[in-house]
C-alpha cells in the first residue's frame, strides 16, 4: 500500500555512539572532508595523521588541529591510545595499508573501495576476523538519513515488484587528475562506478548475470563503461560511468507499485521522489545539498559498532561489499582491465 508520508530515518541514540580516538592514513582531498565533518558534526576525536611524507602530515595536522604528525604509519599504529584507523589512501593502498592496520590490532575504517577485487577484499574479512576487530568500508552514502529512507521502502515492499533500475555517474576530469593514472588503479570503475555497483547490489542483490562494454582512455586505463545486470528476482540494472563528460547523476527504481526517481547526484545528499504507478501520488524527500558534511554518519555508525562490540557494520556488512567488489572484478574481466597489482 502506498505510504502517506515517508518514513522517518532511524537513529541510534548519542548516548549509544563513544568518542573513539582516530588516527588518519593519507591526508588527501577526502581526509580533508572527513575531518571536517567529524569536527563540525560528531563527538569523535582525531588524534594522529601519518602519510609517506613527514611534511604533508605536518601540514595537514597544523591545518586541522590534529595534535600529531607522522611520516611513518607504523610510528603512529604503535600507540595504544588510537581505537580506530581511516584509510584514505589511494585506491590500490587501501589493501595493504588495511591489512597494516589490523594486524596492528586496531579497527579500521576503508575508503571506498574496500579493496581492488574480491580476493583482496576476502583476505582483510578474514583477517578482521582473526584479530576481532571492525573493518568497514567507507561507502559514505550507504549511512546517511536519505539512504535509510530507501532502505525502509524496500524493506516495506513499496514499490511492489522491482523491475528497472537506471543510474549513471559521470563527470569530467582534465588528463592530469590521478583518476588517469593506471599507476593509481585509474579509471572510473573503483571510484564512480562502485557508487552505482553498490547501489544496484542494494536495491537487487547480487546479479546474476552481466554484460559489461568499456572505452578506453589515454594511459591504458578504462574512461567508460556500461553495464546490464541481471537479478534473480528480474531487477534489470542498466548503468553507466564515464570519465570523459558530465551527466545528470540521477537514478530511476521502478517497480509494480510505485517509482522511486533520485536526483543527481543519486549518493549525495539531495531529493528524491516516490511515486504510486496508479493516480500518481508523489511524496518528497527534500534536504540541503550539504554533501561531504554528511561524512560524519559513517563514522558515528562505525563507532556505534565497536561501542556495541560488533564487528560487522549492520548497515553495509562485508558480505555485502564483497558480492559489489566480485561484480565488479566481472565487469573489469570482460573489459579486459587488470590492475598493476593484479598481474
Known sequence: MFPSVLPTPRNQPVASIPSLRWGIIGPGWIAERFVKSLKEQSRQRILAVASRSQEKADRFAATWGIPSAYGDVNDMLARD????????TPHNHHFPDGCQVLRADKHVLIEKPFALNAREGVALQELAQLH?????EAMWCDYLPKYDVIRQLLEDGVLGDVHTLLADHGE???PDHRIFNADLAGGPMMDLGSYLVSFSVLIGGAPQDIIARGEPAPG??????SMLFTHD????SVLNTTLFSNTPGGAVVAGRDATLTIDG???APGHFSLTASQGGKTLH??????????????AEHFAWCVGQGVNDST?????QVLTTLKAMDEVRRQMGVVFNEER
Open 81 to 88: 591510545d588510537l581505537d580506530a584507523i581511516y584509510v584514505a
Open 132 to 136: 576481532g576487530k571492525l573493518a568497514m
Open 172 to 174: 569530467f576530469f582534465t
Open 220 to 225: 591504458g586505463i578504462n574512461g567508460q563503461t
Open 233 to 236: 528476482n528480474g531487477l534489470h
Open 265 to 267: 547526484q543519486f549518493y
Open 285 to 298: 524527500w527534500e534536504e540541503p545539498l550539504t554533501r561531504y558534511t554528511q561524512l560524519f554518519h559513517q
Open 315 to 319: 548497515i553495509r556488512p562485508l558480505s
